[in-house]
Nanobody, 114 residues
Framework: QVQLVESGGGLVQPGGSLRLSCATSRSVFSLYVMGWYRQAPGKQRDLVATITNGGTTNYTDSVKGRFTISRDQAQSTVYLLMNSLKPEDTAVYYC????????WGKGTLVTVSS
């Protein structure tokens, strides 16, 4: 059973920053491509960023230059640092682990509002 535990969401003003965390087991962390997706109200779930076990990253265009995905091998944790947040970044953010199958965390809500 793959478990992904997210944390770090909350309410932030436009222009502010948040860091999301996703903790998992060492075996998952070393073998799977890890990523963050988000789902805004009434919309589909979309890719935000991914990172391979070799450290190769990929970002959706709307977050490039503002968000940074990273991984901590010792903690088996993936982070998403979000800077210069905009109201349109408001969504539930989901951690994802993908190999042959895809696994999801329960999600953490990020609200960007003044």
């Amino acid at each position: 059973q793959v478990q992904l535990v997210e944390s770090g969401g909350g309410l932030v003003q436009p222009g502010g920053s948040l860091r999301l965390s996703c903790a998992t087991s060492r075996s998952v962390f070393s073998l799977y491509v890890m990523g963050w997706y988000r789902q805004a109200p009434g919309k589909q779930r979309d890719l935000v960023a991914t990172i391979t076990n070799g450290g190769t990253t990929n970002y959706t265009d709307s977050v490039k230059g503002r968000f940074t995905i990273s991984r901590d091998q010792a903690q088996s944790t993936v982070y998403l640092l979000m800077n210069s947040l905009k109201p349109e970044d408001t969504a539930v953010y989901y951690c994802n682990a993908r190999r042959a199958l895809s696994y999801w965390g329960k999600g953490t809500l990020v609200t960007v509002s003044s």
